[in-house]
């Protein structure tokens, strides 16, 4: 049996989720439609990589659910930040329900490896029909979390953490050691710089290694995390110059994992990468096993590694690979593939549709598209249309706990409140209305 | 069996003073052993525990715990593994053998918050833990790890009082906010959060609303910042008269005279519950990491503060689920007991 998917995210990362999940499209008689909503700074590179997947729409979420085409997929995967998650679940649904049209089944996922947050990614993903997870550790986590509330039957999948197809072995790898950048991790200036220099001083006393430091994203570009200082520039204003067989290179991760010996990490998913191509990835565990780097993560792999007390390069290489018993738990293996979301869907398609279970239940609380600022929002301003000012300002001072710094959504409120009928259309007529 | 129980932060202090209590009675010598910080001032030692005052890591080298048969180590996370090194250091220059040092999270944590509490103690001969979701959650963390034979116990929930202080609630209805300091931890959020319950204060004059910090609040209000709800209070000058600021040292007491009790994620909102309180944990700001929001998921209990009002209705709030309590650690009443049987085991 055939599926049609629509696969629906904006931030690159949530992109390069989608393009891991439709890997196997070719062979399992899958179309992928892939809406990438527009996001400035979202790399060319990315976008480009969607094209080859399927159609590409780029549509924003309000056009998404206006577009007829949305009812002709099987199924329809989200990837989006937490509140957008709640928001595109809880819109979908409305929307369809308005326009009298069927629901097809929804799913979503992470984009890699959980680090940390997970209970509260979960709350946000509470209600989709099917959560995609990476394998057996992030189940567990997820029942432990659920166990002994009335959310405990939702729905998951192990979808694993295989990101690449995986690559034919190539007889002779370059000495070359990618290091994969993350934004944030290290966040602290000092420590950045601390990374760069224990790198150089590696790339010094291997001088027969090439050693290659890989930009998460290039200046121009953006991805979930802000960023304030480039790892460029961190280079720069750290080094001065460059040791020889030191450089930055920004071409794409899986070419220069394609042809190299070894990737260096503190806690990327592109740990994951170099295993699907051949590459042996290395933990840096420099800055000790700490919650906020991500490291505790890759604790059992078994391939951690101090780099400033390193010989030289050829001694990092050496041991064992990664730990398999860590491998399977973590959710790499060919146990957990998109295979299963797969056939998770087939059996939803071959059934007669439900209604979605209900998420309200007394007493308990999931990140629902009404803690959504936006939502609230919409939802206050269709509140002041109908007059209901008292519900307008309710969901307005919940909308105020989440963005206490914004100041329309304290202006709108204090003029909902107003008693005196005159004043408060006054009010409400000169106070920014929320439009997104 | 003689114990120390090494602490340096007042949160720490207090959990010893309990676990100590509870340790004597199940047939323990029990000294406290204190950071001199924490002895200044109104801070005496509580009479029933013996308590000598040092340095932590001057008390890891001294020959003070050369005579001890175990001793628990509570102190601020960057001092965890210095303690260890240096104990294990001591004991191995005057060729004793060192006596088992346990330690633990003093509460019962879950998900981030109990993975970056853990880490530190890890390599300690006994980890002490609240209940089975930390069990589980502690194994998860060291599976394949170097530490994955680390040693632990359930030992219910230790680090916070649960035996009940006292029977009689007050005469006039009585709802205890539990106010927490970094949770919200910006100015405008407390003011926010200020408005909406001075709010509820308004719309139930005949209750007097209590907003009670869990944490050592300045007694000068002149100390005071806007990131406490006291100031906000005291900025007030509208304020009604049955909306009232508790002192820290008299919050178990007002937890034990609340008809209810509210909160967003407090530990004492545990303590609220297992003495039978009604309680309601704020479901406003949504399950969120940083306010501890997954240790309350599955309480049962959340509800939004529009839906607090009247304010009566609380008092027909359910009990708590009992399966996440018990996940917690409330249905260990042996936790002592356990942790001296370990202890021994460690020691032979």
């Known amino acids: 049996?055939?599926?049609?998917?629509?696969?629906?995210?904006?931030?690159?990362?949530?992109?390069?989720?989608?393009?891991?999940?439709?890997?196997?499209?070719?062979?399992?008689?899958?179309?992928?439609?892939?809406?990438?909503?527009?996001?400035?700074?979202?790399?060319?590179?990315?976008?480009?990589?969607?094209?080859?997947?399927?159609?590409?729409?780029?549509?924003?979420?309000?056009?998404?659910?206006?577009?007829?085409?949305?009812?002709?997929?099987?199924?329809?995967?989200?990837?989006?930040?937490?509140?957008?998650?709640?928001?595109f679940r809880s819109v979908y649904r409305d929307s369809r329900h308005q326009l009298g049209r069927p629901l097809r089944p929804l799913f979503c996922g992470f984009n890699g490896v959980v680090l940390e947050r997970f209970e509260e990614a979960i709350a946000w993903r509470l209600g989709y029909d099917l959560i995609c997870l990476n394998g057996p550790r992030d189940q567990a986590r997820l029942e432990l979390m659920l166990r002994h509330t009335p959310f405990a039957g939702q729905r998951w999948v192990l979808t694993g953490l295989g990101r690449q197809r995986s690559a034919e072995p190539v007889a002779d790898r370059a000495n070359r050691l990618v290091f994969a950048e993350q934004v944030v991790i290290p966040a602290a200036d000092h420590e950045r710089r601390r990374l760069v220099r224990i790198l150089a001083a590696l790339a010094r006393r291997s001088p027969d290694w090439e050693v290659l430091i890989r930009p998460r994203v290039a200046p121009h570009e953006r991805t979930f995390h802000a960023v304030t200082t480039h790892i460029t520039e961190t280079v720069e204003k750290t080094l001065g110059g460059l040791p020889p067989n030191l450089r930055i290179s920004d071409a794409p991760l899986a070419d220069l994992l394609g042809g190299g010996r070894l990737l260096a990490t503190v806690s990327s998913t592109a740990f994951f990468d170099a295993l699907d191509l051949g590459c042996k990835p290395l933990v840096m565990a420099d800055f000790g096993l700490r919650h906020d780097l991500g490291t505790p993560f890759f604790a059992g792999s078994g391939l951690l590694r101090h780099f400033d007390r390193a010989a030289d390069i050829d001694s990092l290489a050496e041991g064992p690979d990664a730990d398999p018993d860590w491998l399977e738990w973590v959710g790499y293996g060919q146990r957990f593939s998109p295979q299963n979301l797969l056939e998770a869907l087939q059996d939803l398609k071959a059934q007669p549709p439900r209604q979605p279970k209900g998420l309200i239940h007394p007493g308990y609380m999931i990140n629902a598209a009404d803690l959504s600022c936006n939502q609230l929002r919409r939802a206050a301003e269709a509140a002041i249309r109908r007059r209901d000012y008292d519900e307008a300002a309710r969901l307005l001072e919940i909308a105020q706990l989440q963005r206490p710094e914004n100041r329309n959504i304290g202006r709108r409120l204090a003029a909902a409140r107003i008693g005196n009928r005159i004043a408060r259309r006054l009010a409400l007529l000169v106070t920014p209305r929320f439009r997104a | 069996m003689?114990?120390?129980?090494?602490?340096?932060?007042?949160?720490?202090?207090?959990?010893?003073?309990?676990?100590?209590?509870?340790?004597?009675?199940?047939?323990?010598?029990?000294?406290?052993?204190?950071?001199?910080?924490?002895?200044?001032?109104?801070?005496?030692?509580?009479?029933?525990?013996?308590?000598?005052?040092?340095?932590?890591?001057?008390?890891?080298?001294?020959?003070?715990?050369?005579?001890?048969?175990?001793?628990?180590?509570?102190?601020?996370?960057?001092?965890?593994?210095?303690?260890?090194?240096?104990?294990?250091?001591?004991?191995?220059?005057?060729?004793?053998?060192?006596?088992?040092?346990?330690?633990?999270?003093?509460?019962p944590l879950v998900g981030d918050a109990l993975s970056a509490d853990l880490l530190p103690r890890l390599g300690y001969d006994l980890i002490c833990l609240h209940g089975p979701v930390q069990v589980e959650e502690l194994g998860w963390l060291i599976r394949g790890t170097p530490h994955a034979a680390q040693a632990h116990e359930a030992i219910g929930l230790w680090g916070m009082p649960t035996a009940p202080i006292g029977f009689g609630v007050s005469r006039e209805p009585l709802l205890v906010v539990l106010e927490q300091g970094g949770v919200p931890g910006g100015a405008k959020d407390k003011a926010l959060l200020y408005r909406r319950l001075r709010s509820l204060a308004v719309a139930a004059p005949g209750w007097t609303v209590r907003l009670q910090p869990d944490y050592h609040l300045a007694t000068d209000p002149e100390d005071w910042t806007e990131t406490t709800l006291a100031w906000h209070h005291g900025l007030d000058a509208d304020r009604p008269a049955n909306l009232q600021i508790g002192r820290r040292d008299d919050l178990p007491l007002n937890l034990m005279l609340a008809w209810a009790c509210l909160g967003i994620s407090s530990p004492w909102l545990l303590s609220a519950m297992v003495w039978g309180k009604p309680t309601a944990v704020l479901a406003d700001y949504g399950i969120r990491t940083d306010f501890n929001g997954p240790l309350f998921f599955g309480s049962g209990l959340m509800r939004r503060l529009a839906d607090c009002l009247p304010l009566e209705e609380l008092l027909a709030a359910p009990q708590p689920n009992p399966g996440w309590l018990a996940g917690l650690g409330w249905t260990i009443a042996d936790g002592p007991q356990r942790l001296l049987q370990r202890l021994e085991g460690v020691t032979r």
Not at chain 2, 82 to 96: D, E, K, M, Q, Y
């Open chain 2, 2 to 107: 003689r114990l120390a129980l090494i602490s340096d932060t007042t949160a720490a202090l207090e959990a010893c003073r309990l676990l100590g209590r509870h340790l004597q009675a199940a047939g323990a010598e029990v000294t406290l052993i204190v950071a001199p910080a924490l002895m200044n001032g109104h801070r005496a030692p509580a009479p029933q525990v013996p308590t000598l005052v040092f340095e932590p890591l001057t008390a890891a080298a001294s020959e003070l715990l050369d005579h001890l048969d175990g001793a628990g180590v509570f102190v601020e996370p960057e001092t965890l593994q210095p303690f260890l090194s240096i104990r294990r250091r001591a004991a191995r220059l005057r060729g004793r053998p060192a006596a088992p040092l346990f330690t633990g999270p003093l509460l």
């Open chain 1, 1 to 87: 049996m055939s599926l049609s998917l629509l696969l629906v995210a904006d931030s690159d990362s949530q992109l390069l989720a989608c393009q891991a999940l439709a890997r196997f499209a070719g062979e399992h008689h899958l179309r992928v439609t892939v809406n990438a909503v527009p996001r400035e700074g979202t790399p060319a590179s990315v976008i480009d990589g969607m094209n080859r997947i399927g159609p590409l729409w780029q549509l924003s979420l309000r056009q998404l659910m206006a577009d007829p085409r949305l009812d002709g997929f099987d199924a329809i995967g989200v990837y989006l930040t937490g509140s957008k998650l709640a928001e």
